[in-house]
């Protein structure tokens, strides 16, 4: 075996019913792009479908292989559809991002003319990020506009919070009170048509550490998968009894020993010179396999019950391992990259404090082609 991910489908569908029980009465909608952040789209959905109120997706082609792979509940396509595409979305009927009154607007009613459908949209607020939305200002007039379009159904309003993963974050409650003056502004233009879009700013971050921005519904996306938005939410909730389970496990095995004497140095550019004679392991996966560069001489594996460090550059596909501490290892021997192996546990937290970056980094960039094995 050069290696594969394992994904609990069990520990997914128990992040689901803590975070559904942590926001209720709120709604969750639970978020699958980035192929589920690195753990398997069509799997992770069908896991967790009759547990959520909606499924998001960035990309209309997530939301086709969603459709195509047998999912039936509301799909939400968070980022921009090409107006070639925008047909796709119609056939997978599924709710569009709108945040423009132009060009893109006209291709929208287009599409759904020439399909004789209507497309259900979320209006996306700008209201800190400065990435995508319409601006607050802007609001009533761009909704009054796509009112007026029978093609449109305004199915939701929402944003997107910028510093939620920080305790105490001043900038949040302030984007939350943006959004909440866009909401008072727009509502008089449902009450006239009797409607009631759904309005969603929280994701996981938000959910866990700022009640108040639940709202009607909740992204929920690093959180499903076990893993926390932060250390500083972890440390925030810690004895409140949730409990996040991260769902998926990296395995593999060595493909090679080898002792080297003491001064011999270790894979390329002899970043690492060995102190004293050494048996090193070769695990057969690296850089383009998803383990960060940055874990050269700094991260570890588990093997036996211990972690072994990793000794040398991690190469495009091998990575090697300091012996020492599983003396037993030989070819052959399992090896968790990510998870628990007796005592030693690796969690892509410590991938991320290694490589300075975030779980959400480590976990997406998983490549698509790894074999991905889903446990019951």
């Known amino acids: 075996m050069i290696g594969r991910l394992e994904i609990s489908t069990s520990a997914l569908r128990r992040n689901a019913d803590t975070l559904r029980a942590l926001v209720a009465p709120s709604k969750c909608a639970f978020v699958v792009k980035s192929n589920a952040y690195g753990h398997g789209l069509i799997e992770t959905a069908l896991a967790i479908e009759n547990l959520s109120a909606a499924i998001c997706v960035y990309a209309v082609e997530e939301a ?3 459709r195509e792979g047998g999912i039936s509940v509301p799909l939400l396509i968070l980022g921009p559809v090409p107006p070639e595409l925008l047909t796709d979305a119609i056939y997978a009927n599924a709710q569009v991002a709108l945040w423009d009154v132009h060009g893109y607007l006209r291709d929208v009613v287009t599409a759904a003319r020439d399909q004789h459908g209507r497309v259900d949209v979320h209006v996306k607020i700008n209201t800190g990020v400065n990435r995508y939305g319409l601006e607050a200002h802007d609001a009533v007039d ?6 007026r379009h029978p093609e449109l159904r305004v199915a939701g309003v929402f944003s997107h919070l910028a510093s939620a993963e920080e305790r105490d974050s001043a900038y949040t409650t302030l984007q939350n009170d943006r959004f909440a003056k866009v909401l008072a502004s727009v509502a008089p233009l449902f009450a006239q048509r009797e409607i009631a879009p759904t309005a969603h700013i929280a994701a996981s971050a938000a959910a866990m550490l700022f009640p108040q921005t639940r709202l ?11 893993l926390w938005p932060s250390p500083q939410i972890r440390e925030a909730l810690d004895g409140q009894g949730i409990a996040l ?5 990296f395995v593999s095995s060595l493909a090679a020993t080898r002792d080297v004497v003491a001064g011999e140095t270790i894979g390329y550019g002899g970043s690492y010179r060995a102190a004293q004679p050494t048996r090193i392991g070769v695990v057969p996966l690296g850089y383009a396999d998803g383990i960060p560069r940055a874990l050269s001489n700094t991260g570890a594996f588990a093997i036996d019950g211990a972690l072994c460090p990793i000794v040398g550059r991690v190469a495009m596909n091998a990575t090697m391992l300091d012996l020492t501490r599983a003396p037993n290892a030989r070819v052959g021997s399992p090896v968790t990259l990510i998870g628990s192996d007796g005592d030693a546990c690796v969690g892509a937290d410590d991938w991320a404090r290694w490589a300075n970056t975030i779980n959400y980094e480590i976990v997406a960039r998983l490549p698509a082609a790894l074999p991905r094995a889903f446990i019951e």
């Open 216 to 226: 009607d519904l909740v992204r929920v996306g690093i959180a499903l998968y076990g």
């Open 245 to 249: 389970e991260p769902a998926l496990s």
């Open 142 to 147: 761009a909704i009054e506009e796509y009112l």
């Open 64 to 66: 086709v292989a969603l």
